[in-house]
């Protein structure tokens, strides 16, 4: 009833529950083959047939009656299997590049969640870490004292901004005495004169004992020196008990000082100082925003031509459903409001107001918006991850109570940090750039999998391309 004639291949031997109005096909003999009559029922031959049976005018429905009337030519058992065989093996493909395409999507989203809400992003600055040798192949890469060779990027995914950010530079000519925060509270002292390489040593376990069994969570404090000999002596001034006790002293007034105590200042000069802001602690050096500084939205429009297929000068027409690749239309360009492959849009009226899609090129429908940065510096990419952070709440706070719609002041009230120094930014949108466009490519093979589908099932099904069982491994 309603929507009618849709079929499905329910692919597991879980019990499962039917929803009103909707049948199980079941119980077949031994000489025809399930998915066969799956993809029987969903070709444009019977489809026809479905078509021609249903009954209703304001609500449509097809009778139990009329289902088993269904005509269909089967063949032999073996050909049966091949011919779903070539037609699975393509929606198997299509299948895969959805679960790939889900799984950079989360990818995306991971690096956004780490770097702009919890601030672990890549802290690292040139010439930290210096190169003790080549790979023989001409890059540059580190030793960690036992032979054991990492790189630049091996450093990159433990040096994070609350662990070392604001640390010094490497330098041939100064000497660091370092302080480690443990996971169980201890510390551990040592000296340096890379900051960076050294607490790449510890969290990997090959700085020494100590931290290979009490993690370090972050440098908690650091202090500079001209000479060796000088660091060694502060090093050994703050391994005595004296010493300790200040550390942990002075420990004890930076906790205070970010749960908002009037205590007096730390003198602790410790990595990722995090700051007071309107949102929250946020890395020292980065700005508050909300959306509505930053983007806007631009509502589409309907085109006065709308067709199935193309015709002179037509865009794909960018509704729900062709967004969500179920079908394709066109329509005529003029007056109307396009997207490229770097814009997002939101659906802004309906039931499925506030979710988002990228990656399409075409006319953008009357339901849906195209989104825009309004300022130079930041991305679509970067507003594109915030938006896709807060999709399920947007959707939760739509207005209107017949026909939902998108609250675009809600979207343009939301808040976010961001860095006012641009490396972070730039490392950001090369990374998003790159899923990015792995996606559009996973969706670009599914569509023209989906179209070679379409173009085979008639054909296939009615016997026009012969196939055996040994036509197919």
């Known amino acids: ?216 969570v972050k440098v908690i404090h650091y202090e500079e020196f001209t000479s060796k000999e000088e660091a060694r002596k502060r090093e050994e001034e703050l391994k005595t008990g004296f010493g300790r006790k200040w550390l942990k002293r002075e420990y004890e007034k930076l906790l205070n000082q970010n749960i908002g105590s009037p205590a007096p200042k730390t003198k602790l000069r410790q990595a990722g100082k995090m700051v007071k802001s309107e949102i929250g602690m946020i890395p020292e050096g980065w700005n508050c925003k909300k959306l509505g500084e930053v983007m806007k939205f631009i509502k589409g429009k309907k085109p006065k031509q709308i067709e199935e297929k193309k015709f002179i000068d037509s865009r794909v027409y960018l509704t729900i459903d062709v967004l969500n690749r179920n079908s394709l239309l066109y329509g005529s360009v003029e007056k109307t409001v396009r997207s490229s492959k770097n814009n997002s849009m939101m659906v802004m009226d309906g039931a499925s107001s506030g979710m988002l899609f990228f990656g399409q090129e075409g006319i953008v429908a009357s339901t849906l918006a195209k989104i825009e940065a309004d300022i130079n510096n930041i991305s679509e990419e970067f507003i594109y991850s915030i938006l896709k952070f807060y999709e399920k709440d947007i959707k939760l706070h739509t207005t209107g109570s017949a026909i939902p719609h998108t609250d675009k002041a809600y979207v343009y009230r939301i808040d976010f940090a961001i860095p006012e120094k641009g490396y972070v930014m730039s490392n950001f949108n090369e990374n998003l750039e790159f899923i990015r466009d792995k996606i559009i490519n996973c969706e670009e093979a599914s569509i023209q999998l989906k179209r070679a589908r379409e173009t085979l099932l008639p054909k296939l099904m009615s016997g026009e391309l012969f196939v055996n069982d040994k036509d197919v491994k």
Request: overall charge positive.
């Open 1 to 216: 009833m309603g929507s009618y004639g849709i079929a499905c291949f329910v692919n597991t031997n879980e019990v499962f529950c039917l929803g009103q109005n909707t049948v199980a096909i079941t119980n077949f003999r031994q000489d025809v083959d399930r998915k066969f009559i799956y993809y029987s029922l969903i070709n444009p031959i019977l489809k026809n047939q479905i078509e021609a049976l249903v009954t209703g005018s304001t609500q449509k429905t097809i009778s139990m009656k009329s289902i088993r009337s269904f005509q269909v030519a089967i063949p032999s058992i073996m050909e049966q299997k091949a011919r779903a065989a070539i037609l699975s093996s393509l929606d198997d493909k299509i299948e895969n590049n959805r679960k790939t395409c889900e799984k950079l999507e989360e990818i995306a989203q991971a690096i956004f969640k780490r770097w702009f809400v919890d601030f672990e992003f890549p802290c690292l600055p040139d010439g930290a870490g210096k190169p003790t040798f080549s790979d023989g192949a001409g890059k540059p890469t580190f030793s960690d004292g036992a032979g054991k060779p990492y790189d630049r990027e091996d450093l990159l995914k433990v040096c994070t901004y609350k662990a070392v950010g604001g640390l010094p530079s490497p330098s041939d000519t100064k000497h660091f005495v370092y302080v480690l925060l443990c996971d169980d509270e201890s510390f551990y002292i040592g000296i340096t004169n890379d900051l960076y390489k050294r607490w790449y040593e510890h969290k990997t376990g090959i700085g020494a004992k100590w931290t290979k069994t009490h993690k370090p």
